[in-house]
């Protein structure tokens, strides 16, 4: 009994410190216990079999752990940045063109502008005691000092002035106080584009400051 003990603590000694293949002295001492105690080589053998199932389970273990490895770095964003998708910057908002309530000639008026040159949005309302209208704004220009903001008349009671259909520009000068006039296409033909229907006013003539009416109220003018 006490050399199977010292059999079994030697055996568990050696393969505890991590070594495959025991001496030949401990393996002859174990094979001399077989003829006499056949239940140790089964139990041995069941022994061995726990220690190489340990050793598979750890090199499965580590094929795991180096499979998830693999697949974190294929998840890891690019162009060493920390994080998820690069986000998109939001686009600036127009600015503005004009804005603001006033009356002029006779008429009150609401405009809320946006844009420059040939992309402009927004619209300019307008009426007096024989009608009103709305314009879409399409351009915009500075000449002589001046800003002209016109468009396509949408909606309209103000049909000698300003029909649908027709063209209608506003035109601001500012200062303190501001001033403005109304320019009409009226009945006549539509100009080809709204700039055109800038250059086919002034072929009448350059529009000069006394033209122009003070206005009551505020507008807010873009540089």
């Known amino acids: 009994m006490s050399t199977d003990r010292e059999t079994t603590r ?5 393969l505890d410190d991590g070594v495959t293949k025991l001496p030949d002295r401990v393996l002859d001492a174990v094979l001399d216990q077989v003829p006499a105690t056949p239940q140790r080589r089964s139990g041995w053998s069941a022994w061995r079999s726990y220690r190489m199932s340990t050793y598979a389970k750890l ?4 094929a795991a752990v ?5 697949a974190g770095y294929q998840l890891l ?3 060493g940045g920390v ?14 063109l004009a804005r603001g309530m006033f009356v002029v000639v006779g008429y009150t008026t609401t405009i809320d502008a946006t844009g420059s ?3 402009v949005s927004g619209t300019l309302q ?8 709305t314009v879409a704004l399409h351009c915009e220009r500075t000449i002589d000092g001046l800003r002209w903001i016109g468009g396509d008349v949408t909606e309209s009671t103000d049909l000698d002035n300003a029909p649908v259909g027709s063209r209608t520009a506003v035109i601001l000068q500012q200062g303190s106080p501001a001033k403005a006039i109304f320019y009409f296409q009226m009945h006549d033909p539509a100009s080809a584009s709204c700039l055109a ?9 350059p529009l000069t400051d006394d033209m122009l009416e003070p206005i009551t109220g505020t507008v807010q003018l873009a540089p």
């Open 10 to 14: 030697v055996v568990r000694s050696w």
């Open 77 to 79: 964003p690019r162009g």
């Open 66 to 70: 180096l499979v998830v490895a693999i």
């Open 117 to 119: 040159g040939t992309n």
């Open 197 to 205: 229907f800038f250059d086919d006013a002034l072929k009448g003539g």
């Open 83 to 96: 994080g998820g998708q690069p986000t998109v910057a939001p686009s600036p908002s127009p600015s503005v």
């Open 126 to 133: 307008a009426s007096n005691r024989d009608g009103a209208f």
């Open 59 to 62: 090199a499965a273990a580590a």
